[in-house]
Every structure is written in C-alpha cells, then in structure tokens.
C-alpha cells in the first residue's frame, strides 16, 4: 500500500520570502500521480498543483512550483513571494492508476506567513 | 455553477442515533468518494463509488454505510453513531478515476 509522509507539521514565512514543504512517498508502481492541496480555515480543499510521474519536468503554477524527485520519492512544494493568503494547511496526496479515484493523503503542514 | 455540495455542515448528535449526510454533484460525475479528516492523519477515503449501483470500501469504512441510486448523489449513513466517528467529512467528486477530484465545502460532525 502507499504512503504519504509530511514530515513537517508546522511551517513559517515572512511574507514575500520562499518557503519549502516537504513530502515523500513510498510507492512500488512507476506509474502515479501526485498533488498539493491547500486547506484555508474555510476547510474547503483547494488543488494547488499536480504532477505526473512519468513527467520529468517540475510542474509550475504561478509562485507555486514541484521539486518532484521520482529515484527518491520525493514531492515538496515551494511557495515563492510568499502571502498572506497563503496561510493554509498543506496536503501531499498520491494517487495509483490502479485505485480508481482514491486518494492517499499525507498528515498536513500548516503554513503560517508573518507580516 | 459546478459545485459538490454537503448538508448538514454542522451536526451535533449523540452515540447511536443513525444520521445521513448528503453529498450532491452538479457536474455529471462518475466517480464520488467520502473522506474524513482528523488531526495528524491528513484525509482518508471511507467509501467511493465508480458509477450508480457500484461503490466499494476505502481505507476505513467500518461503521459507515453508502448508496449510489442516483448519479448525482452519494449520501454517507452511519447507522449507529460512535464518538470515535467525530470527524470532518468531505465528498469529493470526479468526472473519471483519473480526473481531477472536486471536494464539498466538508461536514463537521460531533458524536457525544
């Protein structure tokens, strides 16, 4: 089965610095794909970003880019220009071609930004 | 506007009394799952559901019971509420098992 491991379950920023999340996986296909969510205190989830596994460019949305590592089965998040909008948690999520539409989830980071 | 809605979003009830929440799509979505999410332990599936009439267990789906007899719809049952099922619950939705998952706005639920 797969696991999904968030290593760092608080985070801080200034605003307007960078800021690294970070995220194994551990996994035996070679087929997957892998996603950030970002969780506001409105609880709604929010897709940030996704990458495709056989994809070997980082995938990149706006201030918000992968450093996806697939040899070491890693997934972190950097967050650029940091806002306070960003204030959020941060799920690292795995998916299998193979399991339908599950989703397995990491424990969460929660970012704060300072001002 | 496409939307995954929940109802309730707030629920405060007590061990045993059986309760439905619902789960709606408007976006013609195949697949539908049910999460919950608890401190520490990020979102776990507890049930999903591939078409009308076909749902399958997740990762946790002791105590929990779905139907799919509409498309559309994908209410979670829990028959006799326990505290250990206080939770968040989410429902997600997809127009394939591949798709991008659409998420409802989550249900609070306090078990006393």
């Known amino acids: 089965a797969q696991t999904v491991t968030q290593s760092q379950p608080e985070m801080s920023v200034q605003e307007a610095e960078t800021v690294t999340l970070s995220c194994t996986y551990d996994t035996s296909e070679s087929d997957y794909y892998l996603f950030w969510y970002k969780q506001p205190p409105s609880r709604q989830m929010i897709l940030v970003i996704r990458q495709e596994a056989y994809k070997q460019q980082n995938a990149t949305e706006n201030r918000f880019s992968v450093n996806f590592q697939k040899a070491a089965k890693s997934f972190s998040l950097k967050i650029s220009d940091s806002q306070l909008g960003d204030a959020a948690m941060y799920f690292c999520?795995?998916?299998?071609?193979?399991?339908?539409?599950?989703?397995?989830f990491g424990e969460g980071t929660q970012l704060t930004v300072n001002p | 506007e496409a939307q995954v809605t929940q109802n309730p979003r707030y629920l405060i009830t007590v061990t045993g009394k059986k309760l439905t929440v619902t789960c709606s799509q408007n976006?013609?979505?195949?697949?539908m799952s049910w999460y919950r999410q608890d401190p520490g332990l990020g979102l776990r599936q507890i049930y999903y559901?591939?078409?009308?009439?076909?749902?399958d267990k997740g990762d946790v789906p002791e105590g929990y019971k779905v139907s799919r007899k509409e498309k559309r719809n994908f209410p979670l049952i829990l028959e006799s509420p326990s505290p250990n099922q206080t939770s968040l619950y989410f429902c997600?939705?997809?127009?394939?098992?591949?798709?991008?998952?659409?998420f409802g706005p989550g249900t609070r639920l306090t078990v006393t």
């Open positions: 559901s591939m078409n009308v009439e076909v749902t």
């Open positions: 997600a939705s997809s127009l394939r098992g591949q798709g991008e998952q659409y």
């Open positions: 999520a795995y998916r299998s071609p193979s399991s339908g539409s599950r989703l397995t």
């Open positions: 976006m013609n979505h195949e697949y």
